[in-house]
């Protein structure tokens, strides 16, 4: 009997200490409802504190950055070659060439464009890109609220596809530039534009959010009115969040506020007559490479990219291989060196292979065209090659074009 009460009195104990642990832990969390204070109903106290959390770092970015973007209606002209029977008969091959001859007729044609900007003074600098405006007649700013300015070129870099505006005024709301070199993969990216013209149907810019999915990335674009026929897009940022027609030259900032770049290009394969949408694959142009760009033509001076090199390259082959007796798997072959040139001076010869350019390495002509394109006239590359096993470096310096 003795032995029956002792176990009784060890499982009532057992039950109540987990009680206890219970009501401790519970009192420790949060409430499972929100305190109304006085006079306030529950409902009204639940409603309140939803309406908090709806406050967050992006919505304060968005409040902060919004009145300094702008929407950019650009006016373009160009020059058409027409031929008075090219609508009728030039597609089939045999018109084609009955009318080889035909004397064609040469007309100016106003393209009208649209894309994104965003102010970075309060005097009116505002950044756009090169395929925006570089090439306008007009431009016209529209501001938040609805103020439209005329807006000019102060100067554009169709390589790096930057270009610089202004507009008349002053205290202009503006954003502050950050450190492109202190981006982190995954941190929130959020994009301000004018996506399709929405902004000129309310006067406010879209934003969309998502997070930086790489750094680093380069890219060449073929490119019409460019030096050299390319644009170069050097260690740009990749982003999901939502890019698509008419963001180009709209701001990328982070969660602080500070513009990391400005949104360029996409991929795509949603388009329409409209133009192309987002599928998650958006690219901005570093902004430190953006301010090296803006604060030269600010001061007045243009990049001369109208420069040559005098190389003919190829790409690296088994025949190639073989005759270079090259230990690469794959790079850029020289093929011939115009005389007098450049790449003469500099001692580079037929069937040297480009192994590194200014210690980027060389595996394809993308690679060969972001190290060499994104020069000017006067810059000195040092060209590292493998001839006869051995790695020699040459000094390049590229020389203006004489036509």
Not at 120 to 140: E, L
Request: charged share 20%; aromatic share 8%.
């Amino acid at each position: 009997m003795q032995r029956y009460l002792l176990l009784f009195v060890a499982v009532a104990s057992l039950v109540l200490g987990i009680a206890a642990s219970c009501n401790a832990r519970r009192s420790s969390e949060a409430p499972l409802y929100v305190e109304a204070p006085s006079g306030q109903s529950q409902a009204a106290a639940a409603n309140a504190a939803i309406s908090a959390t709806r406050k967050t770092v992006i919505t304060e970015v968005a409040a902060r950055c919004s009145p300094a973007i702008v929407g950019i209606n650009v006016i373009e002209e160009r020059e058409v070659v027409a031929n008075p029977f090219g609508d009728m008969f030039m597609d089939d091959p045999f018109f084609r060439y009955f009318f080889r001859g035909f004397p064609e007729f040469r007309q100016r044609q106003q393209i009208r464009s649209l894309g994104s900007g965003f102010l970075i003074s309060p005097d009116g600098y505002i950044v756009t890109n090169d395929h925006v405006a570089g090439r306008a007649t007009k431009i016209i700013v529209t501001t938040v609220g609805g103020k439209k300015y005329d807006a000019e070129i102060i100067g554009s870099d169709p390589v790096t596809d930057v270009a610089l505006l202004k507009i008349k005024g002053e205290n202009f709301p503006y954003l502050r530039l950050g450190n492109s070199d202190d981006v982190a993969v995954g941190e929130w990216a959020i994009a301000f534009g004018n996506p399709f013209g929405l902004f000129d149907r309310n006067a406010k810019p879209t934003v969309t959010l998502g997070v930086v999915s790489n750094v680093g990335v380069n890219l060449v674009e073929p490119a019409q009115y460019v030096p050299n026929g390319k644009r170069i897009y050097r260690g740009m940022i990749q982003t999901d969040a939502a890019i698509s027609s008419g963001n180009s030259g709209g701001p990328l900032v982070n969660a602080e506020g500070n513009v990391i770049g400005v949104n360029t290009i996409i991929f795509s394969t949603a388009t329409s007559y409209q133009g192309a949408g987002s599928i998650g694959i958006g690219f901005a142009i570093p902004i430190n490479r953006v301010k090296r760009i803006v604060s030269l033509l600010r001061e007045g001076k243009q990049l001369d990219r109208n420069f040559y090199t005098g190389l003919t390259v190829d790409f690296l082959n088994d025949n190639y291989r073989r005759i270079s007796k090259t230990t690469q798997d794959e790079g850029i072959i020289v093929t011939q060196v115009l005389r007098g040139s450049p790449a003469e001076k500099a001692g580079i010869e037929p069937y040297d292979v480009i192994v590194e350019i200014d210690g980027m390495p060389i595996h394809s002509r993308d690679d060969l065209d972001v190290a060499i394109n994104d020069g000017v006239v006067g810059q000195r590359l040092q060209i590292t090659v493998e001839r006869d096993g051995k790695r020699l470096t040459k000094s390049l310096v590229l020389e203006r074009r004489s036509r």
